[in-house]
């Protein structure tokens, strides 16, 4: 009869096992940056174009007069304008 292989109980380190962990975590990192810096330039071009527009801030005040001046002070909509154009397109 043969003798059955001795085999060593001790485990062998297993090395380079990480590495496609880290692959993922640094293209993770890299996604999420990129994704914040997209949703920062929209943002900044979104803010550029609110103060070009030159739309300002109305009151929240439900005053009359303060309605009034908000409205006196968005007069240079054509709402009437606005209003044909929409029935006419109906």
Do not use: C
Not at 22 to 36: K, Q, R, T
Not at 40 to 52: D, G, K, P, R, T
């Amino acid at each position: 009869m043969e003798a059955a292989p001795i085999m060593d109980p001790t485990p062998q380190p297993h090395s380079g096992g990480g590495v496609g962990a880290i692959i993922g975590i640094i293209i993770v990192v890299l996604l999420l940056a990129a994704g914040g810096a997209y949703f920062f330039i929209l943002q900044s071009q979104n803010e550029l174009v609110v103060s070009e527009s030159g739309a300002s801030a109305d009151s929240s005040s439900d005053e009359l007069r303060n309605i009034e001046a908000d409205l006196n002070a968005t007069g240079d909509a054509n709402i009437e304008g606005e209003f044909s154009n929409l029935e006419q397109s109906l």
